[in-house]
Every structure is written in structure tokens, then in C-alpha cells.
């Protein structure tokens, strides 16, 4: 099989390189500790750049990405470690986006006009989709919506909401206006210093077209995508704290020699090498999954999600240790990218939910 890439896929991999290069670890803290926890001006230009259309399809006004190119995208951006939220902030909200017909929400994200987040999330529910505490009901001219959901990534930054919720016993999504009377937020920051927060809705009154034309099947599909694209960031973050280590062991001395010549390091550093082939490989064979075979698909994205999390976070472990105390600092790119893995890797399922559902789909297959 024919792994190469083709021009257009170079094209946006190199674009994506050069966009994300320059943010060095002191821009990258203050980026974090701003009022909203990113840049809107950076986000514009991400924007700008293309790499939001490509999650949306060509019909749209989107550029039609395939899985790979998403996949590619994501993987250039963990590989810069750049803080830039394009799979929670762009990839996905577009997705939803283009899915339920909601076309014009769409355009202004896919513009970078609007920035949209998808609050799903809720108290004693784990990685369940199923929408249970917010309730959606029926309402002269559209719907009211009451009820709180938990780690709403972006959630201070963030102009619209696509908010789940039970309505008669299904799980419905709707857009919900930021400024929308009966909304409120309140913020806390995750490991990677990203800003999240808590959505409370206290009959929220959103008009009939807010909601979208989204089923729980197109959900589950559509957020198995986010957990490939999310294995992809983490298979890029996994080769920055591979190569960064090994240019520390060659540099770090002691007892007057590179500690890259120790026999044990190298043992060390030879498995986190395979592991992160090992990572490379299942992302794109996941990636390649035919999805007219909806159960082989979930069960790849899943089995990826589980494998990838635990593998990168394996070795961010080992470059953590190599380089001692200072790195899990904030000072190194290092911290930064393993505090970012501990995120991904929890996105919409950590490794024993994600193995879970893979078990599952793998026993409705036999």
C-alpha cells in the first residue's frame, strides 16, 4: 500500500509547520494565561490558512477533507506542540456543523468570524453521549432548554454553544448564543492550561431552527472522528518529546559523558521509538477504515484512541524522566506537551472506556 503523501496533503502539513513554529514556550505560557486562555487574532489567521474548511464538506463551502488530511492537520499541530484548539474549536464544531444543516453557524466558523464549542459533557454521566441532566422542551417558536453540562473546552472564548440534550427520551443538539438570557459560565483551567468551563442553562429559549439535523448515529460517527483526530495530535505531540529527549541525552553530561551513552537510556529510548512507529501505524490504518462498515469504524477510532493514549503518554513519562524534574516544567516544551497528552487522552473516552467500546463493537461484529 501506497503511504506516500500527495501534494496537497505536503501542502497543508508544511503550512501547518510553518504557522505553529514560531510560538516558543514563554509566548505559549502567556497565550495560556490570557483572560480566555488563547489568541482570537492567531485563531483568525488558523483560520484564514484553510485549516478550518477542511473539516467541512466542498458543497458548503468547505474543502472536503478526507480523514488522512484531518488526520495529517492534527498531527503537524501536536508535532509543533502548538496550543492552538483546532480539533475542539474548528474540526469538530464544523463537523456538527455541516451534519445538522445548521450552514450558516457554519460559515462563520469556517471563517473564524465565530468560534463554536460543544458542551456534551455531564456530572456522573463519564463519556456517555447520551444527554441526560439538560432537558429540551417544546416551546411556542422553538425550544427551552435547563440543565448544566461540565468541560466545555473554549467555553470563555467560545460565541456559540452545541449544546446536547434529552428531548422526549433522545439525545438532540441545539445552538445556544453565547449571550443567550438563562446562560452562564463558569471557568477553570485543565493540565495543559486551557480554559474549560461549566454551561449552566436556566430556560434558555432558543428559536426551532437552533436545532439541528443531527442524529445519535451521525453523533457517534462524528465523534469518532474526534477521537481519531485527537489519537492524531497525540501521535505529533509523541514524536516532539521523542526528538526533544534525544536531543537532550546527546547534550545532558555526567561523569564527563553524554548520558546518551548510557546502555540504559538507550534501551529506553529504542522502546519509545517503536512505540511511537507503533502509534504512526495504527493512526492510519484507523484513518483508512472503510466507513460504510459503521461497527469496523467506531471499532478502529476506539481502538486507536485506546492504544495511542497509552502508548504517547508512555512516553512522555520517559522523556519526563530523562530529563529530570525540570520536566514536567512549564519552562520546557517537554511539560507542556505531556500536560496536553493527559488532555487528549481523555477526550471523549480515556483507555479503559475506549478499549470498553471496543470490546463491544469488536463482540457485535463476531
Not at 480539533?87 to 473564524?112: D, Q, R
Not at 448515529?217 to 469518532?224: K, P, S, T
Not at 469496523?296 to 508512555?314: L, P
Amino acid at each position: 500500500m501506497n503511504f506516500d503523501l500527495t501534494e496537497e496533503q505536503q501542502m497543508f502539513r508544511s503550512s501547518v509547520e510553518r504557522f505553529s513554529a514560531p510560538i516558543d514556550v514563554e509566548k505559549r505560557r502567556k497565550m495560556r494565561l490570557s483572560s480566555t486562555g488563547y489568541d482570537r487574532e492567531r485563531w483568525e489567521q488558523l483560520a484564514q490558512m484553510g485549516l478550518i474548511a477542511l473539516a467541512a464538506p466542498e458543497e458548503v463551502g468547505g474543502m472536503g477533507g478526507s480523514a488522512v488530511d484531518l488526520a495529517l492537520v492534527s498531527e503537524a499541530i501536536g508535532n509543533a506542540n502548538s496550543p492552538d484548539p483546532w480539533l475542539e474549536l474548528g474540526a469538530l464544531p464544523s463537523l456538527l456543523l455541516a451534519a445538522g444543516g445548521a450552514h450558516g453557524a457554519l460559515e462563520k466558523v469556517v471563517g473564524g468570524q465565530q468560534i463554536a464549542s460543544f458542551a456534551w459533557a455531564e456530572r456522573a454521566q463519564r463519556y456517555n453521549l447520551k444527554a441526560a441532566g439538560m432537558k429540551a422542551e417544546p416551546s411556542s417558536g422553538g425550544f427551552t432548554l435547563s440543565g448544566e453540562k461540565t468541560f466545555v473546552m473554549g467555553a470563555l472564548i467560545a460565541d456559540m454553544f452545541i449544546v446536547t440534550a434529552d428531548l422526549d427520551g433522545a439525545t438532540a443538539c441545539f445552538l445556544v448564543p453565547r449571550d443567550c438570557d438563562g446562560a452562564e459560565i463558569r471557568a477553570y483551567r485543565l493540565a495543559d492550561g486551557s480554559i474549560a468551563g461549566e454551561l449552566k442553562l436556566t430556560r434558555a429559549a432558543v428559536s426551532a431552527a437552533a436545532k439541528l439535523d443531527l442524529s445519535e448515529a451521525q453523533l457517534a460517527g462524528i465523534i469518532a472522528e474526534a477521537r481519531l483526530y485527537a489519537a492524531a495530535e497525540m501521535v505529533g505531540l509523541g514524536q516532539r518529546l521523542l526528538a526533544d529527549t534525544l536531543t537532550y541525552v546527546k547534550e545532558r553530561e555526567q561523569f564527563g559523558v553524554a548520558i546518551g551513552s548510557f546502555q540504559a537510556l538507550q534501551h529506553r529510548l529504542v522502546e519509545s521509538y517503536a512505540r511511537q512507529e507503533q502509534c504512526r501505524s495504527m493512526l492510519y490504518r484507523a484513518a483508512l477504515t472503510d466507513r460504510s462498515d459503521t461497527a469496523a469504524w467506531h471499532r478502529a477510532a476506539a481502538g486507536a484512541k485506546a492504544f495511542i493514549g497509552e502508548n504517547v503518554d508512555a512516553i512522555a513519562r520517559e522523556a519526563v524522566q530523562m530529563h529530570g524534574g525540570m520536566g514536567i516544567t512549564d519552562e520546557l516544551t517537554i511539560g507542556h506537551a505531556m500536560k496536553r497528552v493527559m488532555v487528549l487522552a481523555k477526550l471523549f473516552g480515556d483507555t479503559e472506556s475506549a478499549l470498553s467500546e471496543y470490546g463491544a463493537e469488536y463482540g457485535k461484529a463476531a
